[in-house]
Protein backbone atom coordinates (compact mmCIF):
# COMPACT_ATOMS: atom_id res chain seq x y z
CA UNK A 1 0.00 0.00 0.00
CA UNK A 2 0.80 3.56 -0.72
CA UNK A 3 3.47 4.55 2.29
CA UNK A 4 5.14 7.70 3.43
CA UNK A 5 7.68 7.26 6.34
CA UNK A 6 9.25 9.98 7.66
CA UNK A 7 12.33 10.50 9.79
CA UNK A 8 12.52 11.25 13.35
CA UNK A 9 12.51 13.65 15.70
CA UNK A 10 15.03 16.60 16.04
CA UNK A 11 16.06 19.01 18.70
CA UNK A 12 17.64 21.72 17.60
CA UNK A 13 19.28 24.83 18.75
CA UNK A 14 18.55 28.41 17.27
CA UNK A 15 20.14 29.46 14.45
CA UNK A 16 20.32 25.50 13.45
CA UNK A 17 19.12 24.71 10.36
CA UNK A 18 17.11 20.79 10.20
CA UNK A 19 16.58 18.38 7.40
CA UNK A 20 13.76 16.07 7.33
CA UNK A 21 13.28 13.07 4.89
CA UNK A 22 9.85 11.55 3.55
CA UNK A 23 10.22 7.61 2.14
CA UNK A 24 7.75 7.03 -0.39
CA UNK A 25 6.20 3.37 -1.18
CA UNK A 26 3.66 1.78 -3.03
CA UNK A 27 3.95 3.94 -5.86
CA UNK A 28 5.25 5.86 -8.54
CA UNK A 29 7.01 8.51 -7.10
CA UNK A 30 7.91 10.58 -10.37
CA UNK A 31 3.96 10.51 -11.08
CA UNK A 32 3.06 12.73 -7.70
CA UNK A 33 4.12 15.80 -6.15
CA UNK A 34 5.14 16.27 -2.19
CA UNK A 35 3.74 18.94 -0.22
CA UNK A 36 4.72 19.51 3.21
CA UNK A 37 2.83 21.03 6.16
CA UNK A 38 3.81 21.61 9.99
CA UNK A 39 1.24 22.09 13.06
CA UNK A 40 2.32 24.04 15.75
CA UNK A 41 0.69 23.61 19.15
CA UNK A 42 -2.64 24.86 19.33
CA UNK A 43 -2.30 26.30 15.82
CA UNK A 44 -3.69 25.73 12.58
CA UNK A 45 -2.12 23.52 9.69
CA UNK A 46 0.62 25.88 8.33
CA UNK A 47 2.07 24.82 4.58
CA UNK A 48 5.35 25.13 3.61
CA UNK A 49 5.55 24.16 -0.20
CA UNK A 50 5.91 21.26 -2.54
CA UNK A 51 7.86 19.31 -5.28
CA UNK A 52 7.11 17.57 -8.07
CA UNK A 53 8.30 14.57 -8.24
CA UNK A 54 8.72 13.91 -11.68
CA UNK A 55 10.40 17.42 -12.83
CA UNK A 56 11.78 18.50 -9.38
CA UNK A 57 9.81 21.78 -9.57
CA UNK A 58 9.38 23.36 -6.90
CA UNK A 59 7.27 26.02 -4.67
CA UNK A 60 7.27 27.05 -1.56
CA UNK A 61 5.12 29.99 0.68
CA UNK A 62 6.05 33.49 0.35
CA UNK A 63 6.23 33.37 4.22
CA UNK A 64 8.96 30.86 4.26
CA UNK A 65 10.65 31.47 1.10
CA UNK A 66 14.17 32.15 1.53
CA UNK A 67 14.43 29.46 4.66
CA UNK A 68 13.06 26.54 3.11
CA UNK A 69 14.21 23.98 0.57
CA UNK A 70 12.71 21.07 -0.95
CA UNK A 71 14.40 18.76 -2.74
CA UNK A 72 13.74 15.38 -4.26
CA UNK A 73 16.34 12.05 -4.99
CA UNK A 74 13.93 10.06 -7.05
CA UNK A 75 16.37 6.54 -7.24
CA UNK A 76 15.62 6.72 -3.17
CA UNK A 77 11.68 7.85 -4.10
CA UNK A 78 12.13 10.49 -1.34
CA UNK A 79 12.34 14.20 -0.47
CA UNK A 80 13.59 16.02 1.95
CA UNK A 81 12.35 19.51 3.45
CA UNK A 82 15.13 21.41 5.02
CA UNK A 83 14.58 24.72 7.31
CA UNK A 84 17.02 27.06 8.07
CA UNK A 85 17.91 29.58 10.82
CA UNK A 86 15.49 28.17 13.43
CA UNK A 87 13.78 29.42 15.91
CA UNK A 88 11.59 28.77 18.62
CA UNK A 89 8.40 29.07 17.16
CA UNK A 90 9.33 26.56 14.24
CA UNK A 91 8.56 24.16 17.09
CA UNK A 92 6.08 21.66 15.79
CA UNK A 93 5.40 18.46 13.83
CA UNK A 94 5.83 18.39 10.21
CA UNK A 95 4.43 16.18 7.73
CA UNK A 96 4.81 15.17 4.22
CA UNK A 97 1.56 14.64 1.98
CA UNK A 98 0.87 13.74 -1.25
CA UNK A 99 -1.09 15.28 -4.01
CA UNK A 100 -1.68 14.63 -7.80
CA UNK A 101 -0.02 16.15 -10.66
CA UNK A 102 -3.32 16.91 -12.82
CA UNK A 103 -3.49 20.37 -11.72
CA UNK A 104 -1.05 22.81 -13.04
CA UNK A 105 -0.38 23.59 -9.57
CA UNK A 106 -0.09 20.38 -7.17
CA UNK A 107 -0.90 22.22 -4.46
CA UNK A 108 -4.49 22.71 -5.81
CA UNK A 109 -5.26 18.65 -5.33
CA UNK A 110 -6.39 17.48 -2.03
CA UNK A 111 -3.38 15.47 0.04
CA UNK A 112 -4.23 11.99 0.00
CA UNK A 113 -1.84 10.28 1.66
CA UNK A 114 0.20 11.65 4.96
CA UNK A 115 3.56 10.52 6.35
CA UNK A 116 3.45 10.51 10.16
CA UNK A 117 4.83 13.50 11.07
CA UNK A 118 8.19 14.87 12.20
CA UNK A 119 8.38 16.39 15.74
CA UNK A 120 11.05 19.19 15.79
CA UNK A 121 11.90 21.06 18.67
CA UNK A 122 13.73 23.78 18.82
CA UNK A 123 15.56 25.02 22.10
CA UNK A 124 18.62 26.45 23.69
CA UNK B 1 -4.20 36.92 2.96
CA UNK B 2 -6.95 34.25 2.40
CA UNK B 3 -8.85 32.89 5.50
CA UNK B 4 -11.02 30.21 6.48
CA UNK B 5 -13.18 30.35 9.82
CA UNK B 6 -14.34 27.40 11.50
CA UNK B 7 -16.05 26.81 14.99
CA UNK B 8 -13.69 25.61 17.90
CA UNK B 9 -16.34 22.65 18.97
CA UNK B 10 -19.20 20.99 17.65
CA UNK B 11 -20.80 18.23 20.24
CA UNK B 12 -23.49 15.79 18.86
CA UNK B 13 -24.81 12.31 20.28
CA UNK B 14 -24.25 8.93 18.76
CA UNK B 15 -26.77 8.76 16.18
CA UNK B 16 -27.17 12.10 15.32
CA UNK B 17 -25.77 14.17 12.13
CA UNK B 18 -23.12 16.56 12.84
CA UNK B 19 -22.60 19.72 11.08
CA UNK B 20 -19.46 21.42 10.86
CA UNK B 21 -19.15 24.51 8.76
CA UNK B 22 -16.15 26.18 7.04
CA UNK B 23 -16.26 30.05 6.02
CA UNK B 24 -14.49 31.99 3.37
CA UNK B 25 -14.62 34.55 0.78
CA UNK B 26 -16.06 33.36 -1.75
CA UNK B 27 -15.20 29.52 -0.73
CA UNK B 28 -17.93 28.30 -2.78
CA UNK B 29 -15.63 28.76 -6.06
CA UNK B 30 -13.22 27.38 -5.04
CA UNK B 31 -12.57 22.94 -4.33
CA UNK B 32 -12.40 22.42 -0.60
CA UNK B 33 -11.02 19.16 1.22
CA UNK B 34 -11.65 17.70 4.79
CA UNK B 35 -9.35 16.11 6.78
CA UNK B 36 -9.78 13.78 10.35
CA UNK B 37 -7.45 14.07 12.92
CA UNK B 38 -7.16 11.93 15.69
CA UNK B 39 -5.14 12.37 18.79
CA UNK B 40 -1.57 11.39 17.95
CA UNK B 41 -2.12 10.58 14.67
CA UNK B 42 -1.84 12.47 11.31
CA UNK B 43 -4.60 13.75 9.20
CA UNK B 44 -6.53 11.28 7.06
CA UNK B 45 -8.45 12.83 3.92
CA UNK B 46 -12.28 12.28 4.05
CA UNK B 47 -13.41 14.36 1.78
CA UNK B 48 -11.83 16.19 -1.66
CA UNK B 49 -13.23 18.32 -4.56
CA UNK B 50 -15.89 19.35 -2.43
CA UNK B 51 -18.27 16.23 -1.83
CA UNK B 52 -15.82 13.71 -3.25
CA UNK B 53 -15.25 10.99 -0.87
CA UNK B 54 -11.87 8.41 -1.02
CA UNK B 55 -12.84 4.98 -1.14
CA UNK B 56 -12.26 3.88 2.46
CA UNK B 57 -13.84 6.64 4.07
CA UNK B 58 -17.26 5.27 5.54
CA UNK B 59 -20.47 6.75 3.29
CA UNK B 60 -22.00 8.63 6.60
CA UNK B 61 -19.13 11.22 5.53
CA UNK B 62 -20.58 14.03 3.42
CA UNK B 63 -19.54 17.52 2.10
CA UNK B 64 -21.16 20.48 0.09
CA UNK B 65 -20.03 24.02 -0.45
CA UNK B 66 -22.40 27.06 -1.77
CA UNK B 67 -21.48 30.85 -1.57
CA UNK B 68 -18.83 31.47 1.35
CA UNK B 69 -19.63 28.10 3.23
CA UNK B 70 -18.71 24.56 3.31
CA UNK B 71 -20.34 21.90 5.48
CA UNK B 72 -18.63 18.50 5.86
CA UNK B 73 -21.72 16.51 7.34
CA UNK B 74 -21.40 13.22 9.73
CA UNK B 75 -25.05 11.19 9.48
CA UNK B 76 -25.04 8.98 12.54
CA UNK B 77 -21.88 9.91 14.01
CA UNK B 78 -20.24 7.09 15.98
CA UNK B 79 -18.00 7.76 18.95
CA UNK B 80 -15.21 6.63 16.85
CA UNK B 81 -15.38 9.62 14.74
CA UNK B 82 -14.85 11.95 17.53
CA UNK B 83 -11.67 13.81 16.04
CA UNK B 84 -10.17 17.27 14.63
CA UNK B 85 -11.43 18.35 11.73
CA UNK B 86 -10.15 20.88 9.21
CA UNK B 87 -10.86 21.93 6.43
CA UNK B 88 -8.52 23.10 3.16
CA UNK B 89 -8.46 24.84 0.20
CA UNK B 90 -5.95 26.69 -2.30
CA UNK B 91 -5.55 30.48 -2.77
CA UNK B 92 -5.63 31.27 -6.60
CA UNK B 93 -4.35 34.94 -5.30
CA UNK B 94 -1.59 33.97 -3.76
CA UNK B 95 -1.17 30.15 -5.26
CA UNK B 96 -1.17 28.64 -2.06
CA UNK B 97 -2.64 26.42 0.29
CA UNK B 98 -5.15 27.68 3.14
CA UNK B 99 -6.23 25.94 6.24
CA UNK B 100 -8.93 26.25 8.68
CA UNK B 101 -8.57 26.26 12.52
CA UNK B 102 -10.11 23.25 13.03
CA UNK B 103 -13.02 21.95 14.34
CA UNK B 104 -13.26 19.08 17.52
CA UNK B 105 -16.32 16.97 17.17
CA UNK B 106 -17.42 15.33 20.61
CA UNK B 107 -19.38 12.46 20.13
CA UNK B 108 -21.19 11.44 23.47
Known amino acids: QVQLVQSGAELKKPGASVKISCKTSGYTFTTYAIQWVRQAPEQRLEWLGWINGGNGKTKYSQKFQGRVTITRDTSASTAHMELSSLRSQDSAIYYCARTSLRYFDPAEDAFDIWGQGTLVTVSS | SYELTQPPSVSVSPGQTASITCSGETLGNKYVSWYQQRPGQSPVLVIY???KRPSEIPARFSGSNSGNTATLTISGAQPIDEADYFCQAWDSRTTSVVFGGGTKLTVL
Open chain 2, 49 to 51: EDR
